[in-house]
């Protein structure tokens, strides 16, 4: 491990040292990440999942003194977007924002810190990171059948003048059998700070669990997710992820199902400029027979941004009649953008039917010319087409407030685009 | 019906084994000790009376070997190597120079003529052109490898008379040391990655191909791979170098006798092409996969790179991958020169307990180069079949061109198909496609053929080869047929 990631790790160890009396919840579970942390270590590109995503810039921070809260910060505005919402500030709830439905059970992780089972710590080190040092998060369970309509969590990240914040938010979210419910979950902040949010997810038989992601966090900002979902017999695990900010993200989703004539979606779109790099990471393991499993990833990158997309799928025995499929498309709109891209495929069952296809290139000069001759002005014409090849994914989220929301944010990232490239 | 065939079919009634290529034969050998170390490597270079500066190199590459980590990311698990437990030379005794058949060792024929090397005569590895009136000679020249030696080249005068130069390698360090110094390690260096830096240390023998400018080779060349003495490992080095405007096909086949113990295999290949060249490389690789149960076998660890080095240079990698229990081999283009192509054909077939993970890599860095990958992959038995490629689109490659495919076949629910490709672009104005499928034999495809009266084998091979039809009819048409061929044979015991 290179020294800055070493003084990296250190200085998130130190920081669980310093705050390990005030924590929440079982110390002897984030005594154990801890360990994991340590012997792993932030990430390098070594590991090969983390190849293509540096964490060097984010090591180069000094978490050791950051805050955990800001008082009386200026916040950014929340989106436009009805219902009711969960607000989290720096990464806790604060309720005199927050307005809860009464269609479903909300606690705080403050209130009610369990883990759960996860993945292996060692393995995701920045999974391990969270339990570390998680200190709230919200925990939402729906009852069997009901339709809890939709709930909006936002994370807030407050101007912090000079100093570095991190919060490690954990949420839980449980759909017992039958029940439905819409999660609008949206990232923006000021700043220079770390969101590292882990989600635990499980999804009971014919429930319904639509998640749709903006992060859309500060240019300076570190944003590392990663969501854990399980999904039973027929149920289905719907996620959109559309990523706008941050210097250094990654959205990494694990999904399983679990029961038979499940369905997971995860799609993704990413637009990014300047010297950002985001990184959309996808498990998807067929683990009962029948299941389905849908993927379609969008890059668009101009400046030297770098796009990623790992995405596998993994096809268990027991697993006959699997379908999955996984598309992943770049479009790179300047020289020195750059794509990597990995779809996997591991596949242990012989009755199935997977693929997966990549394309990487530039926009299309008949497509452009076409709209040209017919007195679009380049701009425009080269909006329309980006919007077009974005569409394939936006059009998988139905839910109509949060499409116009996602809508209006690709509007706005065009136009800054625009505005810096005139 | 092709010679290749023909000695198939011969070969196969002769042995009742599953392994239609099994068997040993008895020559006195000149082996070393086991082990391996600074001195087995001095006494390598000591018994072909090499130059000071190939030792050199080959003491450099093993200080390199030494500091390095044996890799572990490949899909394949395998008891540890013991690299002291290796003969690391074992070469037939030579009479000095054999000049006619006779004096070529008989049981070396015999071992021949149980392989079925595509050679029209036996007479031929002598050197000896047919007499007058008989059916021509067809127009390959064998450079056969028996174990670490190549003990006869045929066609060596009338390629010469050419200007092409193919002779073994050890050969070409006395003859040619101003063409091997210069290219010898110039794709793959010493130090490129662990079994290539064991190959540099302690390679034997291997071939060593020149086409000068402007020169169509005027036959294809073909090199017989055979893993013979018990407990040698073999470390083939191949250069093969075509300058400006030359093209040349060379075919490589490889089948080794049955044995119990695991052998490793770690070869290095080196093609370079000059502006306008083609270099167009064929591989059957049919070497002891192990038996049923996965005891013995082979260990294919290869390190196989083209430089395209040139302007409009090409170079097309043919692969059919049906032996070994392991096999790790990726052969590559860098595809540097402008408007440069690199193509890779891969059929990969495993079996029982075997496991490959293969694939390619295609490094475009000059513009306008383009690249063409299509790989089949076959998993049958308990067997583990992995596509492993990696694209790479470097800022420079203006208007570069990929376009991949790779299908998978599984066959029965005990055994694995894994496709792990990485793509990576850093230039907007190149294109890259990219589409894998995963499927199993389709029942309708099935049912028509059995429908017609074809057994359920018969119908699987039919399917399997229709599955394969895009790589295998780039295969030079002697090679087509023994691809087939191997195919069903590797497939026996696994449909029913």
């Given at each position: 491990m290179s020294a800055a990631l070493r003084t990296g790790t250190e200085s998130f160890l130190a920081r669980f040292e310093g705050l390990r009396a005030r924590l929440p919840g079982d110390l002897v579970a984030r005594q154990a990440a801890a360990e994991a942390f340590r012997s792993a270590g932030l990430p390098t590109v070594r590991d090969e999942a983390w190849k293509y995503t540096s964490l060097r810039p984010l090591a180069?921070?000094?978490?050791?003194?950051?805050?955990?809260s800001v008082e009386g910060g200026s916040l950014p505005k929340i989106p436009a977007i009805e219902g009711p919402r969960a607000v989290f500030v720096d990464g806790r709830l604060r309720e005199d924002l927050s307005s809860l439905p009464d269609t479903l059970h909300f606690t705080r992780f403050a209130n009610d810190p369990s883990f759960g089972t996860l993945s292996r710590p060692d393995q995701q080190p920045v999974v391990a990171l969270n339990t570390m040092l998680a200190e709230d998060g919200a925990v939402i369970s729906v009852a069997e059948g009901v339709d809890a309509g939709t709930l909006v969590l936002v994370s807030l990240a407050a101007e912090t003048e000079g100093r570095s914040v991190t919060f490690h938010p954990r949420h839980t979210i449980r759909l017992a059998e039958g029940a439905k419910l819409t999660v609008v979950e949206l990232s923006v902040g000021r700043g220079r700070y770390l969101h590292n949010p882990v989600f635990s997810i499980e999804v009971a038989s014919d429930a319904t669990l639509t998640h749709i992601r903006l992060?859309?966090?500060?240019?300076?900002a570190f944003h590392l997710a990663t969501i854990y979902a399980t999904v039973q017999s027929r149920g289905f695990y719907d996620a959109f992820t559309l990523t706008l900010g941050g210097q250094v993200s990654r959205a990494e989703f694990h999904a399983r199902l679990v029961g038979p004539n499940a369905t997971v979606h995860l799609n993704a779109a990413q637009l990014l400029g300047g010297k950002q790099v985001g990184d959309v990471t996808t498990v998807v393991v067929?683990?009962?027979?029948n299941c389905a499993s849908r993927q379609t990833v969008k890059n668009v990158l101009t400046d030297k941004a770098r796009g990623v997309f790992q995405g596998r799928i993994e096809v268990e025995r027991i697993a006959q009649k699997t379908d999955g499929y996984q598309m992943s498309q770049a479009l790179l709109l300047s020289p020195d953008a750059e794509i990597d891209c990995k779809p996997e495929l591991q596949i242990y069952a012989d009755d199935v039917k997977c693929s997966h296809g990549a394309t990487i290139g530039e926009l299309d000069d008949d497509q452009l010319f076409y709209l040209r001759a017919r007195g679009i002005p380049e701009q425009e014409a080269r909006s329309i087409l980006i919007r077009a090849f974005l569409d394939d994914a936006l059009q998988s989220v139905s839910h109509e407030g949060a499409h116009a929301l996602l809508e209006q944010a690709i509007d706005g990232w065009w136009q800054r685009q625009s505005a810096s490239a005139a | 019906m092709a010679a290749v065939a023909e000695t198939l079919d011969t070969v196969q009634s002769l042995t009742g084994s599953g392994y239609k290529w099994g068997f040993e034969t008895d020559i006195e050998m000149d082996v070393a000790p086991k082990g391996l170390n600074e001195d087995t490597i001095r006494m390598i270079s000591a018994r072909k009376a090499e130059p000071e500066w190939l030792l050199a190199w080959r003491l450099k590459a093993y200080a390199a070997w030494l500091n390095m980590v044996e890799p572990d990311w490949a899909k394949v698990g395998y008891p540890k190597i013991d690299y002291q437990d290796i003969h690391y030379y074992a070469a037939p005794k030579k009479k000095p120079g054999p000049k006619s058949l006779d004096e070529v060792d008989p049981e070396l024929l015999k071992t021949y003529a149980k392989l079925g090397i595509p050679l029209k005569e036996q007479a031929l590895l002598a050197g000896v052109e047919p007499a007058e009136g008989d059916e021509p000679a067809r127009n390959i020249a064998v450079d056969a490898v028996f174990d670490s030696v190549s003990v006869a080249t045929t066609f060596r005068k009338s390629l010469y008379e050419a200007g092409v130069i193919f002779c073994p390698i050890s050969e070409a360090v006395h003859d040619h040391p101003d063409l091997v110094r210069q290219y010898l390690g110039s794709v793959v260096p010493a130090g490129d990655n662990y079994f290539a830096a064991l190959n540099s240390a302690v390679f034997t023998d291997g071939s060593f191909v020149f086409i000068p400018k402007g020169v169509r080779c005027p036959m294809e060349l073909s090199t017989y791979f055979r893993i013979n003495a018990k407990n040698t490992g073999q470390f083939e080095r191949t250069l093969i170098i075509a300058e400006e405007g030359a093209s040349v096909s060379y075919l490589e086949g490889c089948t080794a006798p049955q044995r119990d113990e695991n052998q490793l295999h770690a070869a290095v290949v080196e093609l370079v092409a000059l502006d306008d060249a083609t270099i167009k490389y064929s591989t059957v690789q049919n070497w002891y996969p192990g038996d049923a149960n996965g005891k013995g076998g082979i260990y294919n660890f290869v390190t196989k790179r083209a430089a395209c080095r040139g302007a409009r240079s090409k170079v097309s990698w043919t692969q059919v991958e049906t032996g070994s229990a392991i096999t790790w081999k990726y052969p590559s283009c860098i595809l540097q020169g402008e408007d440069s192509v690199g193509e890779f054909y891969s059929v990969a077939l495993t079996n029982n307990r075997q496991q490959a993970d293969t694939g390619t890599k295609m490094i475009h860095i000059g513009k306008g180069t383009r690249s063409t990958i299509v790989s089949k992959g076959i998993s049958a038995g308990r067997s583990d079949n992995t596509y492993r490629g990696l694209v790479r689109i470097l800022p420079?490659?203006?208007g570069a061109r990929n376009f991949t495919q790779c299908d998978s076949l599984l066959i029965g629910d005990q055994c694995g198909a894994h496709t792990v490709p990485y793509i990576e672009s850093r230039n907007a104005t190149a294109q890259v496609e990219h589409e894998a499928t995963t499927s199993k034999i389709n029942d309708d495809q099935l049912f028509y053929c059995r429908q017609r009266g074809l057994s359920q084998e018969d119908a699987v091979g039919l399917i399997v080869n229709g599955f394969c039809k895009d790589v295998l009819k780039e295969l030079p048409m002697e090679f087509a047929v023994e691809a087939q061929k191997l195919l069903a044979i590797s497939l026996e015991g696994s449909v029913g």
């Open positions: 180069d921070n000094d978490f050791r003194e950051a805050l955990t992060q859309n966090e500060a240019m300076e067929h683990d009962a027979p | 420079k490659a203006h």
